[in-house]
């Protein structure tokens, strides 16, 4: 098994959710997050004043999947969170060594 772990604009999120569903993952999480990567924040312009934005708003996606669904993951969020533009975010896998579903026990990908 697999986390997949894909920091997105906010926007872009009923874009790459819908596109999720339609190779029929039903299972993700949802956080709202702020960061920085390269491009260290932006510079922003209010009545006059320049201030700068540190961690910009950002959403973090997270779902487990099996290790055969991986590629295909990673297309999709990345065709549905594409704008071209600095920050259009990251992808992240990483291992996951067991899964327990807490209500009925299950455990790896039967939990899942």
Do not use: W
Not at 29 to 54: C, H, M, N, P, S
Not at 58 to 80: G, M, P, S, W, Y
Not at 94 to 101: F, I, K, M, T
Request: no cysteine; net charge neutral.
């Amino acid at each position: 098994m697999k986390k997949i772990e894909a920091i997105i604009k906010p926007f872009k999120l009923d874009d790459v959710k819908d596109a999720l569903h339609e190779v029929d993952i039903q299972g993700m999480t949802i956080t709202e997050v702020k960061g920085f990567g390269r491009q260290k924040g932006q510079t922003e312009l209010y009545k006059g004043a320049e201030y700068v934005i540190d961690f910009l708003p950002k959403i973090k996606i997270e779902l487990v999947v099996r290790e055969d669904q991986v590629e295909q993951i990673i297309n999709v969020i990345q065709q549905a969170a594409f704008t071209g533009k600095i920050g259009d975010g990251k992808i992240f896998v990483l291992s996951v060594e067991d899964v327990l579903r807490i209500r009925t026990k299950e455990r790896g990908l039967d939990a899942v």
